[in-house]
């Protein structure tokens, strides 16, 4: 399979894997061994990565986020989110605890507390926070001095030939999105991609499976 290596910053040492990655960050093995680590997965809508990402959840404690939304019906605190008001929210902020956060519709706050991300790594397991790039590059420049927390990044994205047309007729299939919808989403999908250089290694996603044993491969995950 093809592997293309592209700088991001990083010294250019870069090591071919042989399977269909774009790697620019050597991982330490110590850091993958040890389970100390943060993984940042991003990728645009219709990708697949949360059908991805479902299928290994279980090997990593992932991040609950703080939210000012009201609970819904069948959500749990501390599983679904962190519940909270607007007040002590803006009081987070104010004092620096969140790494990441974003105003919502109608005014609902959304956002990652640095002390979650700390309690989450004091298990057996590396933590894991599903985001978009722009939540991503804040939990890094945030954490960048931090030297308790390695942070890890992987951008899943589709297939290089045409990629926004592979996302347009996955994003139809799905059959719940209007037109103006798709066309938002594939907007957004195209900055998305274009800020894939951001991340430690890109991971295409041709189909699940393959992209499982990818992560499998990359992360050293049993």
Do not use: C, W
Not at 25 to 49: E, M, R, W
Not at 58 to 84: D, L, M, Q, W
Request: hydrophobic residues 35%; positive net charge.
């Amino acid at each position: 399979m093809q592997v293309n290596l592209n700088n991001n910053n990083y010294q250019n040492n870069y090591n071919p894997i042989g399977f269909k990655q774009i790697v620019r960050n050597d991982i330490p093995a110590k850091v993958l061994k040890d389970n100390k680590y943060l993984l940042l997965v991003s990728g645009p809508s219709g990708v697949g990565k949360d059908s991805i990402m479902n299928q290994i959840l279980h090997k990593f404690n992932k991040i609950v986020t703080h939210t000012t939304r009201p609970k819904r019906a069948g959500e749990v605190e501390g599983k679904s989110y962190f519940f909270t008001t607007v007040d002590k929210f803006k009081e987070g902020i104010k004092n620096n605890e969140f790494v990441e956060y974003i105003e919502g519709f109608s005014g609902k706050f959304y956002g990652t507390k640095k002390e979650t991300i700390k309690n989450a790594l004091n298990g057996e397991k590396p933590a894991l926070a599903i985001v978009d790039v722009d939540g991503a590059k804040s939990i890094k420049d945030n954490l960048k001095n931090d030297p308790q927390i390695n942070v890890l990044s992987v951008f899943f994205r589709p297939p290089s030939e045409e990629p926004l047309k592979v996302l347009e007729a996955r994003l139809n299939k799905r059959g719940s999105e209007t037109a103006e919808s798709i066309q938002t989403r594939l907007k957004r999908a195209e900055y998305e991609i274009n800020r894939a250089k951001e991340y430690d290694a890109e991971i295409e996603v041709n189909n699940v499976e393959e992209s499982l044993d990818d992560m499998h491969k990359l992360l050293n995950l049993k």
